[in-house]
């Protein structure tokens, strides 16, 4: 399996020890990592699916969010699925039929876990990522310590409707 490199510009064939990360991280279905060149040594944002290392300008693509659940370091993102188009995280299935629902649930996890404001910036008419390189590294870290919600589908964070 190849891995290119932002920083250095090569690509080159990954370790075993780094093949074996790989299928652990696609198993668990991750999106993003971090990674250390192994040419250059240079750490930076991993995308995971496209084997690649970010240079730091890079960010997350529009249009993705840190899923909001309890216990979830998945992205949210706008996908086809069983032929409506949703808001859906790869990684704990959870499903928002709109932006506006998935705001709100982004501001409901704010305020509970107000670590988490870090990874979003709030924009004219909602919220974007913050680039990958501007998240805390221990963001994973933190989410893992989280519980884990019952039912991410109707997740208790979720903020009332506002009458
Ligand atoms: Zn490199
Ligand atoms: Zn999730």
């Known amino acids: 399996m190849k891995v290119s490199c932002g920083f250095c510009g090569r690509t080159y064939e990954?370790?075993?020890?780094?093949?074996?990360?790989?299928?652990?991280?696609?198993?668990?279905?991750?999106?993003?990592?971090?990674l250390t060149c192994e040419k250059c040594g240079k750490n930076g944002p991993l995308d995971i699916r496209a084997a690649r290392i970010h240079q730091p300008v890079a960010g997350p693509p529009p249009n993705q969010y840190r899923c909001p659940v309890s216990h979830c370091d998945g992205w949210v993102e706008h996908v086809k699925w069983r032929a409506k188009k949703i808001w859906r995280c790869g990684e704990c299935g959870g499903e928002w039929a709109t932006q506006a629902d998935l705001f709100a649930h982004l501001?409901?996890?704010?305020?509970?876990?107000?670590?988490?404001?870090?990874?979003?910036?709030?924009?004219?008419?909602?919220?974007?990522?913050?680039?990958?390189?501007?998240?805390?590294?221990?963001?994973?870290?933190?989410?893992?310590?989280?519980?884990?919600?019952?039912?991410?589908h109707l997740p208790r964070t979720r903020a009332k409707p506002r009458a």
Do not use: H, I, Q
């Open 107 to 152: 501001e409901a996890v704010m305020k509970r876990y107000p670590y988490r404001k870090k990874v979003y910036r709030r924009v004219k008419d909602g919220w974007e990522s913050v680039k990958l390189t501007e998240e805390p590294s221990n963001y994973e870290e933190r989410v893992y310590k989280e519980p884990f919600e019952d039912e991410p």
């Open 14 to 34: 990954a370790s075993s020890g780094l093949e074996n990360a790989f299928r652990e991280w696609r198993s668990r279905r991750l999106r993003y990592g971090r």
